[in-house]
């Protein structure tokens, strides 16, 4: 697998096109991500035409976007006009609005209108994503109408395993499986036969909300609807798991102090990498300022036992892991819905009881090495401040994100570095305080 | 949908059957869940048997146990049977070894059979959660055969949309969709009609494999067969999606330097929840002794300039924040197949580059402010520190990950607290170092 790379440093036509006929269409793409664009535009230009759609589908958008520049108009716009819909509009939503334009003005009329329609829908909503090609049925059709209708219309359907069953004005009233079609009476009325609970999401949702039910109910595909109801597309598992990988991603790499790339990580230049970091370490500073002040105000103490600025990594770092698990913890267990704001009072009360059961472990493990090198009273202010910091961290660390999401902040945002930087702060000052009281400084 | 929990209290048993019957069966689990174990099982017995069983299917294995132990026996052995055999065997593989082989004999011979099978494969392999009965093919069959077997033995099985077919000695050769079975002429014949360079995976291996491979490529199954490429099972999508749901919480929840709970956040005990934490803090304090160590070391320059001190909680925050970062984006490039252990050289490289680029700017901005309150030596101290801080930190925090999955460590391991730890460390020597020719101590 790793000889494409190869192959076409050495301009091998033979042996490319060998490997591009053996290979999986995945495997092609993911081989031809990880070229330069140049000879990844090599590499595409050798496909079957019928394997070159099936590659460039599966391509990241910035990768289709480089591949687009290499290729002739004709070659283009027939790539273009095959792609699914929404596969076209999310390719659409990252180019230049310029040259997006007139790619949409080369598409087939139905092609621009599908397109259009998904365009129409505001960033990151649940219709950018739908596929706008679905067979609806009505229940007064019976089994053999249907099977006969999938026929006719199945072929530009994404899906036809859960079909959307909707009354005269097209309000969607049902759905059915082809599982229970084929498994039905050829007589027997759609009606009769359909669910008519079911689940659907509203196209103007943000696209975690209906990914995050399909996955919670196994679902293949979930009908999609405007606010009165009226059917304009259907969301299919492929296109959810996607969402759900992305929105993952976000919350990771946000726990992390950074911004998503938007690309994959070596398709982003060096200028990127530093750009989506930099405000963030800008933000960090900032607030770490605030802990030379605290300690320019404790510098008396300082400079009376020197000792005390040993321990300043320790407990910070420790006041820093402890808020972390708990921010950790409760971001996730609100993105999976375990915990909802609800829950505030609770959780808080849980990770004060969980910060404080832990301070005291740490606090008594603490206790013994510090007083053998550095005396009781020492020993004494590292304990207790352990103690205390490990408790105000796991407090701090659960309160933020939940009151972040309260206000409609992504709670990843204020995780780990956030809370890392402010419970220094906290923790400093409770650390002068106890060392004060106790060494009477 | 919040009443549940008031309506069981005041034991209102017509408004909660009247809540059971009109709340859709996955929003009744997820109110369930949130209940104490007692009242849970008040409300899970006034449920209808068939919405019993499909709430029980969507509950968590622990969730399901507490059940369990609730209800009386011949209750007991009917939910059971009526799981999917891969739902049963993950409860059974939770449950102390005796009940669960108590249990298992309370089956009928042929769910045992299936039940045994799926223990029979490791722990987080893909036997585990694939479904052991599913409808095979012949390449000879034609697609009436196919449809009229279908209609036959689709109600057992789990998914009927991807249909493997195999030869006499029931090797995989090919899989064939419902919807072209649909699609094609009924005389038509699989072997004609089947796509036969087909995506598969072994029962043996980790199940995330699988699960990665199905999301990339939006299958909605995917047959398992054993080392000698016979068919053994079908994984499906819902599955794939469950799996991939837990790999993405273990990173996350490692990356913040805690175990995954095995259990939803609520329903851990306080003994537990620290328990999953105390072990990290032990091990990341013990880390974090080298920096007392350190500066230990370098007291007598802190005795000398104890301004000095003052800066050890900024400098060491922004190594921990730049390493967190970059380990963070490596270790999601890894999990999501865009970095591989191949491009070791190349990630470092570019790491290095961003790192001493981020260092540039957070040296240059830190600059003014440290020379307007402490001078231009302590101000060149600080500036040098961060850079050579900041590139080491992204130097480490991109190593550290991609070696730990090459020895076969999951990366997330290696993360956040750990690499802070260790970027202290190393960045309270630079500084020190740094400070000590500047300031000429």
Redesign the interface.
Same mark, same amino acid.
């Given at each position: 697998l790793?000889d494409l790379s190869q192959l076409v440093e050495e301009r091998d036509l033979a042996g490319l096109q060998q490997w591009l006929q053996e290979t999986?269409v995945?495997d092609i793409a993911?081989e031809l991500s990880r070229l330069e664009p140049e000879d990844r535009a090599v590499a595409f230009r050798l496909l079957s035409k019928e394997r070159a759609l099936a590659v460039f589908e599966?391509l990241e958008p910035v990768h289709q976007q480089e591949l687009l520049a290499s290729l002739r108009e004709p070659n283009v716009r027939e790539l273009l006009e095959e792609m699914e819909p929404d596969d076209r509009a999310r390719l659409f939503d990252e180019m230049p609005a310029s040259i997006a334009k007139k790619l949409l003005e080369g598409l087939s009329p139905k092609e621009r209108r599908l397109t259009s329609i998904l365009l129409g829908y505001p960033e990151n909503s649940t219709g950018r994503i739908m596929s706008p090609e679905f067979v609806s049925l009505r229940a007064s059709m019976s089994v053999k109408d249907v099977?006969t209708r999938?026929?006719a219309h199945?072929?530009d359907a994404e899906t036809?395993?859960t079909l959307p069953v909707t009354d005269e004005k097209l309000r969607l009233v049902g759905i059915i499986s082809?599982?229970d079609l084929?498994?039905a009476d050829p007589d027997e009325n759609v009606g009769h036969i359909m669910t008519s609970?079911v689940?659907s999401a509203q196209a103007d949702v943000d696209q975690e909300e209906p990914a995050r039910?399909m996955?919670?109910?196994?679902l293949?595909a979930l009908p999609i609807t405007d606010r009165e109801n009226k059917l304009v597309g259907v969301l299919t598992?492929?296109d959810a798991?996607?969402v759900?990988?992305a929105e993952?991603?976000e919350?990771?790499?946000r726990?992390?102090?950074?911004e998503p790339?938007g690309r994959?990580? #070596?398709s982003a230049s060096?200028i990127r +990498?530093?750009r989506t970091?930099?405000v963030? $370490? *800008?933000v960090?500073?900032i607030a770490? %300022?605030f802990?030379?002040n605290v #300690?320019?105000f404790f510098?008396h103490a +300082?400079?009376a036992v020197?000792?005390l600025? $040993? *321990?300043?990594?320790?407990l910070?770092? %420790?006041g820093?892991?402890?808020g972390?698990?708990s921010?950790?913890?409760?971001?996730?267990?609100m993105a999976?819905?375990?915990?909802r704001f609800?829950?505030f009072l609770?959780?808080l009360w849980?990770e004060l009881?969980?910060g404080a059961?832990?301070g005291l472990?740490?606090g008594l493990?603490?206790y013994l090495?510090v007083l053998f090198f550095f005396g009781n009273r020492i020993a004494l202010v590292v304990s207790f401040s352990m103690f205390s910091i490990s408790t105000i961290a796991a407090f701090s660390g659960s309160m933020l994100p939940m009151l972040a999401k309260r206000v409609g902040v992504d709670p990843a945002v204020v995780?780990?570095?956030i809370i890392?930087?402010l419970v220094?702060t906290t923790g400093?000052i409770i650390y002068f305080l106890i060392a004060m009281t106790v060494l009477g400084l």
């Open positions: 790793s999986d995945f993911e599966v099977m999938v026929r199945g072929k036809v395993y082809l599982r084929v498994l609970k689940y039910l996955r919670e109910a196994g293949i598992f492929d798991m996607s759900l990988e993952d991603t919350d990771m790499l726990s992390g102090g950074l790339l994959p990580y #070596l060096i +990498l530093a970091r930099v963030w $370490l *800008f960090l500073i770490a %300022t802990t030379v #300690l320019k510098e +300082l400079d020197v000792t600025s $040993l *321990f300043i990594p320790l910070i770092d %420790t820093g892991n402890v972390s698990q921010a950790t913890l409760i971001i996730r267990a999976v819905g375990e915990v609800s829950d609770l959780v849980r009881k969980v059961m832990l472990m740490l493990i603490a090495p995780s780990a570095p890392t930087t220094d400093l």
